[in-house]
């Protein structure tokens, strides 16, 4: 499950965006999927969302995007 960018998007500042991840956090963790969290590009998002239990995140602080052929395979 994704959290969009708008969710993200100057999240220290709304506790009702808090509040609503807080609880996405705990319903994927209830049902067995993984949050993610787009659009991450500041330091401010990134240390809320830790702290709201959001622990896979992407976005431009994280890493630019890249040419599929450029990306480093995971094992």
């Known amino acids: 499950m994704k959290l969009d960018r708008w969710l993200v998007s100057n999240l220290e500042a709304d ?43 992407q976005g431009y602080l994280l890493g630019r995007p890249l040419p599929a052929a450029d990306a480093t395979p995971r094992p």
């Open 15 to 57: 506790e009702a965006r808090q509040a609503m991840i807080v609880g996405l956090a705990h319903f994927s963790r209830s049902t067995g999927c993984r949050l993610i969290a787009e659009g991450i590009e500041t330091d401010l998002e990134l240390a809320v969302l830790r702290s709201l239990g959001v622990d896979l995140g």
